[in-house]
């Protein structure tokens, strides 16, 4: 499992609302990624909008940011997005009781 962080420089004509409501727009979409589990949309004061997201592996992630999705950001936002990639090696979550351990001993899969 594969989680990137995503983050771009957002003009100073695209503010904190400007940003929800074509996130929310959006949203829908992102579940008929081949591969994609998640994402929270992020926005800072500072400018800064972006996403985290979960994926099955990093093939799908590097094929979803290299199809229409950059061209979408190079186009609003006038920028190429910073994309950090990172394994996943175990989940906590709130509304799951259990520790999910996604990773095995050893080198990555």
């Keep these: 499992m594969i989680t990137a962080i995503v ?3 957002l003009p100073p004509t695209i503010g904190r609302q400007e940003c929800l ?3 929310t727009k959006i949203a ?4 008929d ?3 994609f589990l998640r994402k929270h949309f992020l926005y800072s004061d500072a400018g800064i909008g972006g996403g985290v997201y979960l994926w099955e592996n ?3 992630a590097e094929r979803f940011y290299s199809g229409p ?3 979408g950001i190079r186009s609003r936002y ?3 997005p910073k994309i950090t990639y990172f394994e996943t090696l175990v989940i906590c979550d709130i509304a799951e009781p259990e ?3 996604t990773a095995s001993a050893g080198s990555p899969a």
């Design 7 to 9: 983050e771009y420089t």
């Design 21 to 23: 409501e074509h996130f």
């Design 28 to 31: 829908p979409g992102f579940r």
């Design 33 to 35: 990624a081949p591969g």
């Design 58 to 60: 990093r093939e799908h």
């Design 69 to 71: 999705w950059l061209e």
């Design 78 to 80: 006038g920028v190429d």
């Design 99 to 101: 520790i999910r351990v």
